[in-house]
């Protein structure tokens, strides 16, 4: 069977005469989303807000290149930045297939070690499959190798690594009904996104002496009209909800290569009344403050779910209510009016010991 054919993108020198790598340090992964990093790639001396918020990380000591990665979260490639103090890419490297080299470093060594002892497990199959045998017993051809204890203590190295949690213990001991893990998490703060909301009401029908009946399109009313409906449109949102959205909300939509993803448990959609208004709100639970730049991040995110994303099919749902008949309520406007406020409550909710995780597998 011919090998594999490999493609990937890569730049190619003409007539190089040789090649003098110094030594690479990572300090951090930036994943750029859109055409942000088309942008990069095709204009690299362009200033980029995320190598000026971390550019005190960028420098060289020695023979040592300290770099921000950039990986397109469309594709599989990256761009290694030091910026030499800079706002653009002064000194880059395009990388080919840079996530791939981001996912093995990231690799525990127990999950090292569990593909060797799988690739081991597929050699010897192989071997066996040449000497004329043709069904296998995955049992008999593993040996001694315990491939629970390491995929446990593979879970248990990626779990410690988590930044939004406080304690990992694995105390593995094979015994049915005892847990393989306790796992505690970090306290979380609430913070709420505000946005503004649009609200369609059925218009009233009005009869005239002739018997004729008018009945409009549906209009909109001041949200300040609409908050006797707060209940109701919380219960209609909640119905809304996806079964896989039960503890995190529309964090599991969330870019699993963010920062703000680990920072951010929680994101869960409702409406409010604030002040003499009725006003959509998402409220999060956060591990750790997020940077501005993170910050920013996260309110695209959550205004591209009120535009694009949930909020678009949440409006098209018909909410009954009693005060106010039949309304659809919708997260977004196209008016300059439409912006996200954010508020952080002062107090840390602490995570009591009996809600610490216990897994058995």
């Not at 992964?29 to 790639?41: H, M, N, P, W």
């Not at 094979?174 to 609200?199: N, R, S, W």
């Not at 977004?332 to 897994?359: A, C, H, K, P």
Request: net charge negative.
């Amino acid at each position: 069977m011919p090998m594999k054919k490999l493609t990937l993108s890569s730049t190619l020198n003409h007539k190089a005469h040789g090649y003098e790598p110094i030594q690479i340090e990572v300090e951090k992964v930036i994943t750029l989303y859109g055409q942000r990093f088309e942008q990069l790639k095709k204009h690299p001396l362009d200033d980029v807000p995320e190598l000026i918020d971390n550019r005190d990380l960028m420098y060289i000591e020695g023979n040592t290149a300290h770099c921000v990665l950039f990986l397109d979260y469309n594709g599989n490639d990256g761009i290694l930045v030091e910026a030499e103090g800079c706002g653009y890419a002064r000194k880059s490297q395009f990388i080919p297939n840079a996530r791939a080299i981001v996912e093995q470093n990231d690799l525990t060594p127990a999950e090292q070690q569990l593909h060797r002892e799988l690739k081991e497990v597929a050699d010897k199959i192989a071997e066996l499959a040449h000497a004329g045998d043709k069904h296998f017993v995955f049992e008999d051809v593993l040996g001694n190798t315990d491939l629970r204890a390491l995929m446990i203590q593979s879970v248990a190295e990626m779990l410690s690594r988590r930044a939004d949690l406080a304690e990992v213990k694995d105390h593995y001991l094979d015994i049915h009904g005892q847990a393989d893990f306790t796992v505690t998490a970090k306290p979380t703060q609430e913070m709420k996104l505000y946005c503004p909301l649009t609200i369609q009401a059925e218009p009233q029908v009005y009869e005239t002496d002739w018997d004729d009946i008018y009945d409009g399109d549906y209009e909109i009313i001041p949200s300040s009209c609409a908050k006797d409906c707060e209940d109701e449109i919380n219960e209609a949102i909640q119905e809304y909800s996806e079964e896989n959205e039960a503890h995190r909300g529309l964090m599991v939509y969330y870019d699993d290569d963010s920062s703000v993803n680990e920072k951010i448990y929680s994101a869960f959609p409702s409406v409010e009344v604030r002040g003499d208004e009725l006003v959509g709100v998402l409220t999060c639970k956060v591990t750790e403050p997020l940077t501005e730049r993170e910050m920013d991040e996260f309110k695209s995110f959550w205004g591209g779910q009120c535009s694009d994303g949930w909020g678009e099919g949440y409006e098209q749902q018909e909410i009954e209510t009693e005060s106010l008949g039949k309304i659809y309520v919708s997260f977004w406007n196209s008016s300059d009016d439409w912006q996200i406020e954010v508020e952080m409550m002062d107090e840390s909710e602490d995570i009591e010991e009996e809600e610490s995780l216990d897994m058995t597998m």
